[in-house]
C-alpha cells in the first residue's frame, strides 16, 4: 500500500481560522501552536483570502539534502522523516525548503516535519486539505 | 489552583511616558478569574484612579485573555478595559481577529498601557520583549488600512500575529474612535481608539508562536472535538456562518424592530434592499474566520468601480459588513443602498471610526438640520436621508473638525445635543449611541443597566423576541432576568469566548473543558463566579461615577411603536427603579 500523503485542495476554501495547525500541534499532547507543521497565513492581508503552506512530500526533497547529519532520511511516498537523536538543531532544512513547509519546534530546538497523518484533514470544516 | 500554563499569568506592563516595560506574575488573579473581564476589572481597579479624565496621560488600558484562548475553539477574543471617553464611564471592547491569540502566542495574558509618549510611537512586542519604535511619519496618513500594509512588512510573525492600530478619528480624539485590527475586527465601541491617540500611540503588533501545557492530554482531545464539531453544527451557530449577523435585517423589519431614521419608525421601505440575503446575492466576496474559531462569521463584500479618468481601469475593493453596520448606517440614515452603506462602513475603517456610534450622531445631525435646530452654518454639507455621498462627507467633517459643530459631535451624540438641543432624538444611553435593535423595553433597559454598553451585553433583545405574543414579564422579573443572564455572561467574557458560540459555551460544557487543563470548577460555582465578576465590575462603575438614578432615556423610544407595542414609560421607570435597588444597595 502506498504511503499516505496530505495534499492541498485548494487554498481558496480557507478561512484562516487555523483549526488544521491546532490540530496538529495537539497530536503532540499540548495546545498552542509550537509544534504545528502547517502555517496559514494570508496573502498580503486577509481581502486578498490566504495560503496554506504544508509539506509537498517531495521526492527528491531539498531539506534532506542539506542534512548534515543524515538525521532527515527519505519517506516512502514521498517527504522524510526526522530522527531526532541525529538531529543537532542547525536549522539548515528550515532554510532549504522552497516551500518554506518546515517549521521550528521553540521548546525542543529541532525542525517540525509533517508525517502526512492527516488528523488536520479532519479539523478543517472547508475541505481546503485531503490525505490521498 | 495552581495553573498548569505558567505563562498565562504574566501581566505585561508597559509605561509608554518613560519607555519602560515589565512583568508581573498575577497568578492569583488568573486562578480566580479565568481570565479576561473578570482579569481586567481587578487589574483596573489596582491601576487607575477612577476619576482620572479619560483622555489625559493617567488613563490604563487593560487586554486580556483567558484559560480557554489557543486551546479550545471560539475562546476567541481579546477584552479590553478603560475608562472610556464617550461616557466618562468604565469602557469595555472586545476584538476577534488574531488579536487573543496573538497575545497568549506572545507568553502573555495580560497587557497593561499605562502613561502617554511625547511623541508618536507603536510597539511591537515578541519573544517576550517590548520595542518602542517612533510612529511619527505614520501620524497623520490618510488611512488606517495603509498602516496596516505598512507595519506588515515591517514586523514578525506573519501569520501568528495581530496589528492594531488607530486611524485618524484616534489621532484627533474623536470620542468614539476604534483601534482596527487584521483590517476587518475592531475595538469598536466606547472610544478605545482615542485613549490611543491621547496616549500618541499609533499601533501595536503582538505575535508569536508556543506550547501551551494541558493536565489531562486525552481528556482535553475528547472534549475538543466536541466544541469544535457543536460550534459547526449546532443551531445556535448556524446563522453567523450562513448568511451572517446580516440575517436580522429582514425578521427584525417583519416585526417592526429595525431602527430607522434616527428611529422615527422601526420599519424601513428598503429593508429589502440591504438584507442578508441581498448582501450574500449581490456582493458577498468571501467568509473569514477568527483566529481559532470555525464558525468563520466574517462576510466581506466587493466593490468593483472604474476609474473616471481612464478607459478599462477598474479597482476591486472588499469591505466586511454585518447586522449593526447595516443598522447604523443603513436603515437608521435611511440608506437602501447597499454601495452606500458598503462605501460608509469602508470611510469608518479608514478614519477608524466606530460604524454605530458615528450613524446614530449622522442621524440625530439629520433630524436636527430637518428641524431647523441648526442649519448649514454648522453641518457645512446638507444632510438628507439616503444621501449617503453627503454621509461620506461628513465624516471627514466629524474628524477634521473645521468648526465648533464638528468639534462637539466629534464628542458625540449627548454632547452635541445638549449643546445644540433636539436632546429627546439623541439615542444615546448612557452617553452612548445604541445598538440596532427597537424591540421592545427589554433592549432599552439593557442598553441603560448593561455593564458593557455594546448590544451582546445583555439579553435585551432575545427576551423581547423570546416574549413576542407571549405574556410580557413584570419589570422586576424581566429586570432580574436581565441581570441574571448579564452575570451569567461575565463568564463567557473572561474566558474570552466569542459570545457568537454562547450557545456551545454552556455551563455544563465549560467546567468539563476546564477539566483537562486542571480546573475544576462545577456550574453551580461557574455561575457564582459570574455574579462576583458582575458585582465587581459594577463597583468599579460606581466608582467611576455611574449613577443608575440619572440616567437619561430618550422620549423618541416612547414615541415609535416597537414589536411590544409603544413602550411604556412607567414600565421603564419601574424598572430602572429595581435595577437601582439591585446596583445601590442600601448601607
Known amino acids: 500500500m502506498p504511503a499516505r500523503r496530505l495534499e492541498l485542495v485548494d487554498p481558496d476554501l480557507c478561512v484562516g481560522c487555523m483549526s488544521c495547525m491546532f490540530a496538529c500541534s495537539r497530536r503532540f499532547g499540548d ?27 517531495c521526492d527528491d526533497p531539498s531539506c534532506a539534502k542539506v542534512c548534515p547529519t543524515s538525521a532527515l532520511r527519505m519517506r516512502r511516498g514521498g517527504g522524510v522523516t526526522l530522527d531526532a537523536k541525529l538531529c543537532i538543531g542547525c536549522g539548515y532544512c528550515v532554510r532549504a525548503c522552497p516551500f518554506g513547509a518546515i517549521f521550528w519546534d521553540g521548546v525542543n530546538d529541532k525542525p517540525i516535519i509533517c508525517t502526512h497523518c492527516g488528523y488536520c484533514v479532519d479539523f478543517c470544516p472547508y475541505g481546503v486539505l485531503r490525505v490521498m | 489552583m495552581p495553573l498548569v500554563d505558567e505563562q498565562l499569568a504574566r501581566v505585561l506592563r508597559v509605561d509608554l511616558t518613560n519607555k519602560r516595560y515589565r512583568v508581573e506574575r498575577r497568578d492569583d488573579l488568573f486562578s480566580r478569574y479565568l481570565g479576561g473581564t473578570g482579569v481586567a476589572v481587578q487589574l483596573l481597579k489596582e491601576n487607575l484612579n477612577p476619576r482620572v479624565d479619560p483622555l489625559s496621560p493617567d488613563n490604563v488600558v487593560v487586554m486580556a485573555v483567558g484559560v480557554l484562548t489557543g486551546v479550545y475553539p471560539a475562546a476567541s477574543k481579546l477584552v ?53 519604535k517612533d510612529a511619527s511619519a505614520l501620524w497623520g496618513v490618510r488611512s488606517s488600512l495603509t498602516i496596516g500594509k505598512v507595519l506588515r512588512e515591517r514586523e514578525p510573525w506573519p501569520g501568528l500575529r495581530s496589528i492594531m492600530r488607530i486611524g485618524r478619528a484616534g489621532e484627533r480624539l474623536v470620542r468614539y474612535a476604534s483601534v482596527i485590527l487584521e483590517t476587518y475586527r475592531h475595538f469598536g465601541r466606547l472610544g478605545l481608539g482615542a485613549v490611543w491617540g491621547s496616549k500618541r500611540l499609533k499601533a501595536l503588533v503582538i505575535g508569536g508562536r ?46 417592526g424592530g429595525l431602527p430607522t431614521r434616527n428611529l422615527r419608525s422601526a420599519r424601513f421601505e428598503g429593508a429589502e434592499l440591504i438584507s442578508g440575503e441581498r448582501f450574500a446575492k449581490e456582493s458577498l466576496a468571501r467568509r473569514i474566520a477568527c483566529a481559532h474559531c470555525p464558525i468563520a462569521c466574517v462576510h466581506i463584500a466587493s466593490i468593483r468601480e472604474i476609474y473616471p479618468g481612464e478607459k478599462y481601469f477598474y479597482v476591486t475593493r472588499y469591505i466586511s459588513y454585518d447586522y449593526e453596520p447595516i443598522y447604523a448606517l443603513g436603515s437608521m440614515l435611511g440608506v437602501s443602498e447597499i454601495e452606500g452603506i458598503l462605501k460608509l462602513i469602508e470611510q469608518t475603517d479608514i478614519l477608524g471610526l466606530d460604524a454605530i456610534s458615528s450613524g446614530v450622531a449622522l442621524a440625530w445631525a439629520t433630524e436636527a438640520f430637518e428641524r431647523g435646530v441648526i442649519s448649514e452654518r454648522e453641518t457645512i454639507v446638507r444632510p438628507e436621508w439616503g444621501d449617503w455621498r453627503t454621509y461620506l462627507k461628513m465624516l471627514e467633517l466629524i474628524v477634521d473638525q473645521p468648526n465648533d459643530f464638528y468639534g462637539v459631535l ?53 427576551l423581547d423576541q423570546r416574549y413576542l405574543g ?20 461575565q463568564v463567557l467574557t473572561s474566558l474570552v469566548i466569542c459570545l457568537f458560540a454562547r450557545g456551545v459555551y454552556k455551563p455544563e460544557m465549560i467546567s468539563r473543558a476546564l477539566k483537562p487543563l486542571g480546573i475544576e470548577i462545577d456550574e453551580e460555582d461557574l455561575r457564582a463566579l459570574g455574579r462576583e465578576i458582575y458585582r465587581e465590575k459594577l463597583d468599579l462603575k460606581i466608582r467611576m461615577g455611574f449613577d443608575p438614578s440619572r440616567l437619561r432615556v430618550p422620549r423618541r423610544i416612547f414615541e415609535t411603536p416597537s414589536p411590544q407595542g409603544r413602550i411604556d414609560e412607567g414600565y421603564v421607570m419601574r424598572a430602572l427603579d429595581r435595577y437601582r435597588r439591585i446596583a445601590v444597595p442600601p448601607h
Open chain 2, 80 to 132: 479590553a478595559m478603560f475608562k472610556s471617553p464617550l461616557t466618562g464611564n468604565l469602557g469595555e471592547s472586545h476584538a476577534g481577529g488574531r488579536a487573543a491569540l496573538a497575545l497568549r502566542m506572545s507568553g502573555f495574558g495580560a497587557l497593561v498601557l499605562e502613561g502617554s509618549s511625547e511623541t508618536p510611537i507603536y510597539l511591537s512586542v515578541h519573544d517576550g520583549r517590548v520595542e518602542f
Open chain 2, 210 to 255: 508556543r506550547a501551551v501545557p494541558v493536565a489531562d492530554v486525552r481528556g482535553y482531545r475528547e472534549i475538543y472535538k466536541q466544541i469544535f464539531e457543536e460550534c459547526l453544527r449546532s443551531p445556535s451557530t448556524r446563522k453567523y456562518h450562513e448568511l451572517g449577523t446580516a440575517e436580522n435585517v429582514m425578521p427584525l423589519n417583519e416585526i
Open chain 1, 31 to 57: 495546545s498552542g501552536l509550537n509544534y504545528s507543521a502547517i502555517h496559514v497565513r494570508s496573502v498580503g492581508g486577509v481581502e486578498r483570502g490566504f495560503t496554506v503552506i504544508v509539506c509537498r512530500a
Open chain 2, 470 to 489: 407571549k405574556s410580557y414579564p413584570d419589570p422586576d422579573a424581566l429586570v432580574d432576568e436581565l441581570v441574571e443572564e448579564e452575570s451569567w455572561r
Open chain 2, 410 to 462: 466629534a464628542e458625540g451624540t449627548e454632547r452635541a445635543s445638549e449643546r445644540y438641543g433636539c436632546q429627546d432624538c439623541a439615542l444615546t444611553f448612557g452617553g452612548n449611541e445604541m445598538p440596532g435593535y427597537h424591540t421592545g423595553p427589554a433592549s432599552h433597559i439593557g442598553y441603560l443597566i448593561g455593564l458593557r454598553h455594546s448590544h451582546l451585553d445583555n439579553a435585551g433583545y432575545s
